[in-house]
């Protein structure tokens, strides 16, 4: 089985076999770069608007889990119904992200992206409906059960795409004359953006959730993340960069073997991928646990608060990624912050005050960050030529899936032993972070 991939472009910087970060050495810094700030390469890379858009495109998703539960949950009088409905976004995110990703990578992102754009709205829209249908009527929500699992198993995947085109961009800058050094540095700048754009939706989309349905209406978050889905995906969708990115047809025979590209994944590309459910089941058992914590000081809302101080800590770490030496590698530079991440994940147990636990939190989402952004750099370094899609795809949904293991772990332990408990599920996580880092070192020297 052979595929041939169009001549368009090129992503072998990241999908080749080498470890980008050993080529530290191979060619000085560019003298612009050093000047206008490595983030002011981006706009020069991809347009000034592909920024912006593909920031706000990706707040549906991160508003669809929320809105969802607090949809259900208002309209039900049930938490338990509201948190299956949610959950059931999160397992068809889960199962939907990679088919996305793959169709992605064989079909172009531009189709892709605007046919699960119209679908996503009409099935938020009709999981709106069903919804407020439920309210009136009563009886168990079937209906609302499946609309949701089809709202997660269509939603865009904008964020995944949005590094495919980093790296394609970044790869095609290395292939038209810049060095190789500078290439991978704005890829790793890009990355930085790009999980730091990522927590920024993910604390944003919540808090939008929660002010509009307080101060207007409980349907209302859903119904703005149809009309944001609707419109600025398909922006982002037709963006030029979408150019960028090879698309492979896969074809059968053995014509053309030497050039084309595997339709297997690696087995390596699992690493990243289990490195992902770990990060997950770290935020998940994390805000389960703090769940548990603020509810016998201040309530169990104050939770969301103390969990948003963790993300931004981590996204300006996840910024900072750009200015750090490359010599390390990726490899040591994903060891080192889990083992960090898992040390001071400890520091959760010590707390017994909301101030205090604020504290730890700011200082314990240091290392989170600049593990995102390392373990997207290896998930792009080991996906084979014309998968980059299918393997971004599959380590976001790792995250999803993750966070559905912490929070159902992280849950039952706070409800058994308490919060305490239920904190070693967070150590435990970061600890076999470090592990696969240490897996994913080993395959990074064989493949260099």
């Known amino acids: 089985m052979t595929s041939h991939t169009t001549p368009s472009t090129s992503h072998d910087v990241p999908a080749g076999g080498t470890d980008p ?17 490595r983030f002011a390469r981006l706009p020069e890379l991809a347009g000034t608007a592909f920024l912006p858009l593909g920031l706000f495109a990706r707040l549906p998703l991160a508003m669809l889990t929320v809105g969802t539960l607090t949809l259900v949950t208002s309209v039900s009088g ?13 397992i068809g995110s889960a199962l939907g992200a990679p ?7 064989r079909r172009g992102q531009r189709p892709v992206l605007l046919v699960s754009a119209a679908l996503n709205t009409v099935a938020v829209l009709v999981l709106l409906l069903a919804a407020l249908a439920t309210g009136r009527t009563g009886g168990f929500p079937l209906a609302v059960l499946a609309a949701a699992f089809a709202a997660g198993a269509t939603c865009p995947q904008v964020g995944p795409l949005a590094r495919v085109r980093w790296m394609s961009l970044t790869a095609a800058a290395d292939g038209a004359g810049s060095s190789a050094v500078l290439a991978q540095r704005d890829l790793d700048t890009a990355l930085s953006y790009e999980s730091t754009a990522d927590e920024v939706t993910f604390v944003l989309g919540p808090a939008l959730v929660g002010m509009l349905a307080s101060l207007v209406a409980p349907w209302l978050p859903l119904a703005l993340a149809a009309a944001m889905t609707i419109t600025l995906v398909p922006a982002f969708a037709v963006h030029p960069t979408h150019r960028a990115v090879p698309v492979t047809r896969h074809v059968r025979g053995r014509a053309g073997a030497g050039a084309a590209t595997s339709r297997k994944l690696p087995v390596a590309v699992a690493l990243p991928v289990v490195a992902m459910v770990c990060m997950g089941t770290f935020f998940g058992s994390t805000q389960a646990a703090l769940s548990a914590f603020s509810a016998d000081l ?38 080192l912050c889990a083992v960090l991440m898992a040390a001071l994940a400890v520091l959760l147990l010590l707390p017994s005050t909301l101030p205090m636990m604020a504290a730890v939190l700011l200082v314990l989402g240091l290392p989170v960050g600049p593990v995102m952004v390392t373990v997207f750099a290896v998930g792009g370094t080991l996906a084979p030529a014309g998968r980059l899609g299918t393997v971004m795809t599959g380590l976001a949904s790792g995250i999803v899936a993750g966070t559905a293991v912490g929070s159902a772990v992280g849950g039952q332990l706070a409800q058994l032993h308490g919060a305490g408990a239920a904190f070693l599920v967070p150590v435990c996580a970061a600890a076999a972070l470090a592990l696969l880092g240490a897996g994913a070192a080993v395959v990074l020297r064989r493949r260099r």
């Open 78 to 90: 049930s938490f338990a119904v509201g948190g299956t409905a949610a959950g059931a976004v999160g």
């Open 298 to 335: 201040a309530g169990t809302e104050i939770a969301g608060l103390l969990y948003a101080v963790m993300g931004l800590s981590s996204a300006a770490a996840a910024l900072s990624v750009a200015y750090w030496p490359r010599r390390a590698g990726l490899a040591l530079r994903w060891v």
């Open 99 to 105: 088919m996305l990703g793959s169709l992605a990578d």
């Open 21 to 37: 970060s050993a080529r530290e050495d191979a060619a000085p810094d560019s003298g612009a770069t050093a000047t206008a700030g």
